[in-house]
């Protein structure tokens, strides 16, 4: 691989005019065929097969609800202390501000509190939908605007009103949270290289591949199912990867410079050497996102296929696009002078002309402590992610919901009003469906059931039943003393399941629970269980993948304990601060709920390719170094004076970029952000920068073992480009002039 890559590295350098334009006419044709087709992204995130899946079909069937034309805002009052809904003055009042709401053209219907019977026990909560012609996406901001006015002044007049529904509330998808973390990434990457023109390039590469990668996901969107936050994890992903690969082989192009290579023959290197290690990280990451396939969940499948699209145009844009630009900016991107960063780490560069290294030209402060004392490192760090893991064994999967919005957002009020006014569990109502083959004695078994209904536990209200026009389908509404997120809510749901072959076998009729409530328990059920199949499949593949790298069998399996760490770690400590509710409001989560249900999966899929991009960028250098000098300390030393400093600033701009995602106000935005934060903390800073080199310390020559009879099964990936650097090595000591000519290289 690395051969090929030479050769794309010193074909894209030499002509480097027309990548350039070339890249910008591909960028400015997808960025036209977006805005010409548009996206159609789909909030929907039913599972097929699932027991309240089916039965919502059946009551679709059965029940059909008349078609919702536009959006609607839902406004919700209190009257103050001295006033009721039921006073003349009170109706007066409210209708004569719904009378102005229904002033705007965009209106189709209002219903009052008084027509929908919303008054609460102590009759002073109720609320009023409004209907729209449009709908809820589509609902202008004058006509918001109207309504918000009118709810300010209520408020002004000593009442509380508040707004939600689908035509006040539309989901974020981005925004200008994105542009901290690239400044943010600016400022370590013009650290890490002591100068702001080289600092600048990985994040205009990242940002044509991210544009790229975008305009396709949009273009996905119209052939398959995708929620929009598969365009806020495509972003998020195609951003922080992009930079770091770009990252990477800039770094390898001023080293190969600092050696003495000419610029393009340091372009085609850098290519060679780092560019494997990005292939390689790149197809890791894409297939842990592909597999999010083995979860058979539609939406996530579509997930994992827009992250997969913009990882995939980062590493084409970093192979193919940034040699061109080092081309055109040659040595004025060289190693002039080094920061503080690369002094901790790698200390000066050694020129070609200098004696192979050893053992003490390896040394670096971070590399002399770590290898200094490994047994203590390694017990510390194991404790350190043992605790924070801890929380995960009590781990709640759910769907974020206004509840978990900062009480300055109308729609948190709301959501709290209505709690108030009805209790918590009206925002997680349960349907029951009785289905019955006999039609004589249809209403005394519905009469049955419903007394055994009012024997479970955490019920507030039973509705009264309602047969549908078959006669075998009736529907009684249950609404639990719980809210949506509570464990009694997900027990009350199995509870009637679990009684529900006994009620079939006594009174010959089917009970089925449904309902948003019930689906979305069932989703995140269905999650959880894929969770741990999904997790051997990664592990699996990770295991094989590093031994037919590093040609090892002890390497893979510390990266894989490494990886399983950091992982638990991480959702260990989402389910302590976002759950939990710990040291929430420093991290912006207004109240504690439930772990979004995709999440963990997520994270499983997304981290293991990071992890895996950390782990070969690290280990190719001590291989490296091993192979040629057979010490296995200095290996390790090499390794982190070579690859730490990189490894560091590829880490802080992953973190900076997915905590600029933790600044929207939209919960699933957030939370992604917040876990894959803190995940690439764990992993490159803990694991990678410590654990790693403690361990490989600690296991010495025998790290590298691998039985010689699986030696020659295994393909050689040569993502380390050895096979490049040995050629040109074997040229240069024949007396041949360095050349950028491909004849360098026999062509294969």
């Known amino acids: 691989m690395a051969k090929y890559l030479y050769r794309l590295g010193l074909w894209s350098v030499r002509n480097r005019i027309k990548v350039m334009v070339g890249g910008l006419l591909v960028l400015i044709v997808a960025a036209a065929m977006a805005l010409s087709i548009g996206p159609a992204f789909s909030e929907g995130s039913s599972i097929p097969g699932l027991k309240s899946q089916e039965a919502l079909e059946l009551l679709a069937k059965e029940f059909p609800s008349p078609k919702e034309d536009g959006g609607q805002i839902q406004m919700v009052f209190k009257a103050p202390d001295e006033e009721s809904l039921s006073s003349k003055s009170a109706q007066q009042?409210?209708?004569?501000?719904?009378?102005?709401?229904?002033?705007?053209?965009?209106?189709?219907?209002?219903?009052?509190?008084?027509?929908?019977?919303?008054?609460?026990?102590?009759?002073?909560?109720?609320?009023?939908?409004?209907?729209?012609?449009?709908?809820?996406?589509?609902?202008?901001?004058?006509?918001?605007?109207?309504?918000?006015?009118?709810?300010?002044?209520?408020?002004?007049?000593?009442?509380?009103?508040?707004?939600?529904?689908?035509?006040?509330?539309?989901?974020?998808?981005?925004?200008?949270?994105?542009?901290?973390?690239?400044?943010?990434?600016?400022?370590?990457?013009?650290?890490?290289?002591?100068?702001?023109?080289?600092?600048?390039?990985?994040?205009?590469?990242?940002?044509?591949?991210?544009?790229?990668?975008?305009?396709?996901?949009?273009?996905?969107?119209?052939?398959?199912?995708?929620?929009?936050?598969?365009?806020?994890?495509?972003?998020?992903?195609?951003?922080?990867?992009?930079?770091?690969?770009?990252?990477?082989?800039?770094?390898?192009?001023?080293?190969?410079?600092?050696?003495?290579?000419?610029?393009n023959e340091s372009v085609a290197i850098a290519n060679a050497t780092a560019g494997s290690s990005v292939v390689f990280a790149g197809v890791t990451v894409i297939i842990g996102l592909a597999g999010l396939a083995v979860a058979q969940v539609p939406f996530l499948t579509a997930m994992g296929i827009a992250g997969a699209l913009c990882v995939l145009t980062a590493v084409l844009t970093a192979i193919v696009i940034m040699p061109a630009l080092l081309g055109l900016l040659g040595e004025r991107v060289g190693p002039k002078r080094q920061n503080r960063l690369f002094k901790v780490f790698g200390g000066k560069s050694k020129s070609k002309s200098e004696p192979e290294s050893e053992s003490a030209n390896n040394e670096s402060r971070w590399g002399k402590f770590v290898t200094g004392r490994p047994w203590i490192i390694v017990i510390a760090g194991v404790a350190l992610l043992g605790v924070l893991a801890m929380p995960f064994a009590h781990l709640n999967l759910g769907l974020p919901d206004d509840a978990q919005k900062s009480t300055e957002k109308t729609e948190r009020r709301a959501y709290d009003l209505l709690s108030e006014g009805y209790g918590a569990g009206y925002h997680s109502p349960l349907v029951i469906l009785v289905k019955t083959d006999d039609q004589k004695q249809a209403s005394e078994k519905l009469a049955q059931v419903s007394e055994l209904l009012k024997k479970f536990p955490n019920i507030a209200t039973i509705g009264p039943a309602l047969t549908g026009p078959s006669g075998k389908v009736a529907l009684i509404s249950v609404v639990p003393s719980t809210g949506a997120h509570d464990i009694e809510t997900q027990e009350l749901v199995q509870q009637i399941r679990n009684q529900a072959p006994d009620i079939q076998k006594k009174y010959n009729v089917e009970v089925l629970v449904t309902g948003s409530t019930a689906v979305n328990i069932d989703i995140s059920q269905k999650l959880n269980d894929a969770l741990p199949k999904f997790g051997i499949v990664v592990v699996g593949l990770a295991f094989l993948l590093l031994m037919v790298v590093f040609r090892s069998l002890l390497v893979p399996i510390k990266a894989v304990l490494g990886f399983v760490l950091s992982l638990l770690a991480t959702l260990g400590f989402v389910v302590y601060v976002v759950q939990d509710g710990h040291m929430g409001q420093f991290f912006g989560f207004h109240a504690a709920g439930p772990i979004l249900n995709f999440l963990p999966i997520i994270v499983v899929g997304i981290l293991f390719g990071l992890a895996m991009d950390y782990e070969v960028f690290l280990l190719s250098r001590m291989r490296e170094e091993y192979k040629h000098t057979g010490n296995a300390r200095s290996a390790v030393l090499a390794g982190i004076k070579h690859s730490g400093a990189v490894v560091t600033a590829a880490g802080l701009i992953m973190i900076s970029v997915f905590m600029g995602f933790m600044l929207s106000e939209e919960a699933i935005v957030k939370s992604m952000g917040f876990a894959l934060a803190f995940g690439i903390l764990f992993d490159a800073f803990v694991v990678r920068m410590l654990l790693v080199p403690a361990v490989m310390t600690i296991l010495g020559k025998s790290a590298w073992y691998l039985p010689k009879w699986l030696d020659r099964m295994l393909p050689n990936l040569d993502i380390e480009g050895e096979s490049v650097m040995e050629e040109l090595k074997m040229k240069e000591s024949s007396a041949r002039p360095k050349s950028d000519h491909l004849k360098l290289l026999p062509r294969q």
Do not use: C
């Not at 002004?156 to 508040?162: I, K, L, N, R």
């Not at 925004?175 to 600048?200: D, H, K, N, R, Y």
């Not at 990668?213 to 195609?238: C, I, K, R």
């Open 93 to 263: 009042f409210i209708n004569n501000h719904l009378n102005e709401v229904a002033k705007d053209t965009q209106v189709k219907s209002i219903v009052s509190p008084y027509e929908n019977n919303s008054q609460s026990a102590d009759d002073k909560i109720g609320y009023a939908t409004i209907t729209y012609k449009v709908s809820g996406d589509d609902v202008s901001a004058e006509s918001k605007e109207r309504v918000v006015h009118v709810a300010q002044s209520m408020r002004d007049s000593g009442w509380q009103a508040e707004l939600t529904g689908s035509g006040y509330v539309k989901m974020e998808t981005g925004g200008s949270t994105e542009a901290l973390g690239i400044l943010v990434a600016f400022i370590i990457l013009s650290i890490t290289f002591a100068s702001f023109l080289t600092g600048i390039l990985p994040i205009v590469t990242a940002i044509i591949g991210l544009i790229i990668g975008l305009v396709a996901v949009l273009l996905g969107s119209n052939v398959m199912d995708m929620s929009s936050s598969s365009l806020s994890l495509a972003a998020m992903l195609g951003l922080a990867v992009g930079i770091d690969y770009a990252l990477f082989i800039v770094s390898r192009y001023r080293q190969q410079l600092a050696e003495g290579y000419g610029v």
